[in-house]
């Protein structure tokens, strides 16, 4: 069908492997570690807001956000909190950087259907030194010709990932579960998105509405790329 997809990159989290649920299990254990000071939803909102004050500042992955709880801890107790408090802190945070690495169901399957007819690429956020620990872990390395470890996913991102692979967008295929980091800039430039659905998405990856667009496919599962191509 998309006969001028060459190149197929691949977002990881939570579309190659379990993500989200791990920083949602580390947030749970914050929001108790604080309930003395606030109730759990609200530790949360506090939490959601000075990530996104300091997304620009320190980007995504697991260190900006130990650094976000423990900017929230001093604020909610109004700098209050004891050091023990910090070290149970930076604890979830080391916990969430030592995770195994849960491949989400038909990924190798896939990548081994994939592999020699397409050039595979994973084009990832996050923080360099873990996402190369995960990567190294999943087993899955041999199958990718290039990793990008992106700041952000913004159309210049694209862009430059673009320029660097001497990729046209028109033969570009993006798969991922975020429609706005994964799909919308892709289809900005021209490419092909296809939005694989993860059951749980980061509040600030959210996105409400129907998308139609004729590069974008829809999927129910990793491997149901394959019936396009
Ligand atoms: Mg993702």
Redesign the pocket.
Known sequence: MKDSIKTIAF?????LWV?EPYFQEAEKQFCTLLENYLPQHSVSQELFKTEMKNLHLYGYGVKGFVLCMVETASRISNRTASLELIDKIIAIGQELLQKPIELLQGVPETLEQLKGRFRLIVATKGDLLDQGRKLRNSGLESYFHHIEIMSDKKVSDYQKLLKHLECKPENFLML???IKS?ILPVLELGGYGGHIPYHVTWTHEQHEYNLKHDNFMELKSIDSILNYL
């Not at 977002?11 to 579309?15: N, S």
Request: no cysteine.
């Open positions: 977002d990881a989290d939570d579309t993500n991922g579960n975020s994964d």
